[in-house]
């Protein structure tokens, strides 16, 4: 198992991990897992490495805006609907 990056660390790096998202968040795993599933928090992933990476700054931004439209009573539906129509 590799050791964790220190928050200072990930909260100047340009991509983070899942795992990284989750403590810079405080969303849990499975929450962001499903956004990222429904399309709505883009990642990068090559193929020789299985692991997605997520642009820091967008991701938070997007994560941000869900929040939003969540405290609205907005459904995922809804909210991929909103976002990806844009």
């Avoid at 700054?57 to 805006?65: F, K, M, T």
Wanted: net charge positive; charged share 40%.
């Amino acid at each position: 198992m590799s050791r964790q990056r220190k928050i200072e660390v990930i909260k100047q790096s340009e991509y983070v991990t899942i795992g990284e998202l989750v403590r810079l968040t405080d969303v849990r795993y499975s929450t962001l897992k499903h956004y990222t599933e429904e399309g709505l928090i883009p990642f990068d992933q090559s193929e020789s490495n299985l692991t997605r990476r997520y642009k820091r700054v967008e991701s938070l931004e997007r994560i941000n805006e869900i929040r939003e439209l969540r405290k609205q009573k907005k459904s995922v539906p809804e909210i991929k609907k909103l976002l990806l129509d844009d």
